[in-house]
C-alpha cells in the first residue's frame, strides 16, 4: 500500500520531503508533480526501482529515461555542455523541457542511448520537484506518468492513488497538475533539432 502525501504546491513542507526522499533512497518509486504532468521517479542508481517503472508503464529496455535536475551545474555533471549549449539552456531553464545531450561518465550506462551515448535531461519549474531535488542531492530517474495505451499523463493524484497504490510506494499530491509533455530538443550535434513539440517554447531552438 503506497503513502500518500498531500503537499502544498508553492510552500511545500519540509518534513513531507524529508521523507519522501527517504523513501527515493530507499529504493522507493514515487508519482510526484512536474511543470508538464505528473511522474515516476526512482534514486538514479537503483536497477530494481528503474525496473519497477518498466514494469509499470510497460517499457522496453529501449526506452530512455530522463534525469530530472534541480538546476544548470546539476546538468553540467552529467552531460557535455559546450558555451554555445550553455547559453541556450540557461535561457529555457527551469522550464517545460527535455535536453538530449552528450551524457558523461557520471550516467549509468543502462540510461544512455545504446548508440549515441546521450541522455536526456530537465530542470522542472514546480516548487515540489525543486524542494525533492534539493533535499536529495542528485537527479530523479524518471519518466512520465502515462499508462499503458493511454494517450495522454494522468492529472488526478486521487485517481492515481487508486490506480496505483499497490505498484508505487509513494503519491505526492501536488494538486492537478498538466497533462502536456515537454518540448523535447536535441543538442547532441552542432545544432539544436526540436524532435517532439510540448509545453515549451520551440521559437528560441529554432535554427
Known amino acids: 500500500m503506497s503513502q500518500f502525501f498531500q503537499v502544498h504546491p508553492e510552500n511545500p513542507q519540509a518534513r513531507l520531503i524529508s521523507q519522501a526522499v527517504d523513501i527515493i533512497r530507499g529504493g522507493g518509486v514515487v508519482v510526484y508533480p512536474t511543470d508538464s504532468a505528473y511522474a515516476l521517479g526512482c534514486h538514479i542508481g537503483d536497477k530494481q526501482a528503474l525496473d519497477r517503472i518498466r514494469r509499470i508503464r510497460q517499457l522496453d529496455d529501449r526506452h530512455n529515461f530522463t534525469l530530472v535536475c534541480r538546476d544548470l551545474s546539476e546538468i553540467a555533471t552529467y552531460a557535455r555542455v559546450d558555451n554555445t549549449v550553455y547559453r541556450l539552456l540557461k535561457h529555457a531553464t527551469p522550464g517545460p523541457y527535455t535536453f538530449i545531450l552528450r ?4 550516467v549509468p550506462r543502462r540510461l544512455m542511448h545504446a548508440k549515441r551515448k546521450t541522455v536526456g535531461l530537465r530542470v522542472p519549474d514546480n516548487a515540489i520537484a525543486q524542494a525533492l531535488l534539493a533535499d536529495l542531492g542528485y537527479p530523479l530517474m524518471s519518466v512520465t506518468l502515462i499508462m499503458p495505451g493511454d494517450e495522454y499523463p494522468l492529472i488526478d493524484p486521487y485517481d492515481i492513488r487508486e490506480l496505483l497504490e499497490h505498484q508505487v510506494d509513494l503519491v505526492i ?11 523535447v530538443v536535441d543538442l547532441a550535434d ?6 517532439r513539440q510540448g509545453k515549451g517554447d520551440p ?3 529554432a535554427v
Do not use: I
Open 103 to 106: 551524457a558523461t561518465s557520471e
Open 173 to 183: 499530491d501536488g494538486g492537478y497538475c498538466g497533462m502536456e509533455p515537454t518540448t
Open 190 to 195: 552542432d545544432l539544436p533539432v526540436v524532435t
Open 203 to 205: 521559437e528560441p531552438f
